[in-house]
C-alpha cells in the first residue's frame, strides 16, 4: 500500500500571501488530521477530517482551515501568511477503530 | 501549558542495552497513549500505544507502561540497537478516541551508540 502522501515537499510564501497544502491518505483510511511542526511548540493538532466533515478542531485561528474531499484527500489552507506559519506541516491519516496515525512526510512552509 | 511532556531532550544508550525513555502528563482527560518515532525528513511512525485500562502493552522490543495514579508513561526498548536511533514523541489522545485529537511531547532524541 502507498503511504500517505504530501504536496509540495517545500514551498516559500510572502506574508500575506494563502497558501493550500494536499494531502492523499493511505487507501480506505477515512480520516485525516493536520499537523504543525516548530521547533519552539513541537507537534500541535491542527484539525481532524471524517467523511469530508471537521471532527476535531485544535487552537489555531480562523485563517488556518481544511476541506476533505469523496475520496479522503484533504487540503488545508492558510491565509494572510505570518512569519510565524513558517513551519512544518504534516498530514496523518487512520483507520477508525485502529490505533494510530500514519504520517506522510511533511510540507515544509518558509514564510519571508 | 504543556499537557504532555518529555523532560529529557536527548538520551544516549550502548547497543545492547536498555533505553527508557519517559513522558509526563497532566491532562486527566487523555486515556489512550502513543508512541511514535521521527527519523529526519519522514514523518512520525507509530509504534505503539496503551489504553488508560491497561499498565503494559508489548510489541517485539518495544514496552510500553502507564501509571495513571502518577500521570506518567514510559517506553522501553530491549535491545537497544544503533537503528532505534531517532525522536521519540509521546502522544495522548483524550477521552473517547484513540486516533484524533492528539497532544504531543516535545520528543527525546535517541542516541544508541554501536
Known amino acids: 500500500k502507498a503511504g500517505v502522501t504530501q504536496t509540495p515537499r517545500y514551498l516559500i510564501k510572502t506574508r500575506g500571501q494563502q497558501v493550500t497544502l494536499s494531502c492523499s491518505p493511505i487507501s480506505g483510511h477515512r480520516s485525516v488530521s493536520w499537523y504543525q511542526q516548530t521547533p519552539g511548540q513541537g507537534l500541535q493538532f491542527l484539525f481532524e477530517y471524517f467523511s469530508e466533515t471537521q471532527r476535531n478542531k485544535g487552537n489555531f485561528p480562523g485563517r488556518f482551515s481544511g476541506r476533505q474531499f469523496s475520496n479522503s484527500r484533504s487540503e488545508m489552507n492558510v491565509s494572510t501568511l505570518e512569519l510565524g506559519d513558517s513551519a512544518l506541516y504534516l498530514c496523518?491519516?487512520?483507520?477508525?477503530?485502529?490505533?494510530?496515525?500514519?504520517f506522510g512526510p511533511g510540507t515544509r512552509l518558509l514564510v519571508l | 501549558d504543556q499537557q504532555v511532556k518529555q523532560n529529557s531532550p536527548s538520551l544516549s544508550v550502548q547497543e545492547g542495552r536498555i533505553s527508557i525513555l519517559n513522558c509526563d502528563y497532566t491532562?486527566?482527560?487523555?486515556?489512550?497513549f502513543l508512541w511514535y518515532k521521527k527519523y529526519p525528513a519522514e514523518g512520525p511512525t507509530f509504534l505503539i500505544s496503551?489504553?488508560?485500562?491497561?499498565d503494559k502493552n508489548e510489541d517485539g522490543r518495544f514496552t510500553v507502561f502507564l501509571n495513571k495514579s502518577a500521570k506518567h508513561l514510559s517506553l522501553h526498548i530491549v535491545p537497544s540497537q544503533p537503528g532505534d536511533s531517532a525522536v521519540y514523541f509521546c502522544a495522548a489522545s483524550p477521552t473517547g478516541g484513540s486516533n484524533y485529537k492528539l497532544t504531543f511531547g516535545k520528543g527525546t532524541l535517541l542516541t544508541v551508540n554501536p
Open positions: 496503551i489504553s488508560s485500562i491497561k
Open positions: 496523518a491519516s487512520s483507520l477508525e477503530g485502529r490505533p494510530g496515525q500514519y
Open positions: 491532562n486527566s482527560m487523555f486515556d489512550y
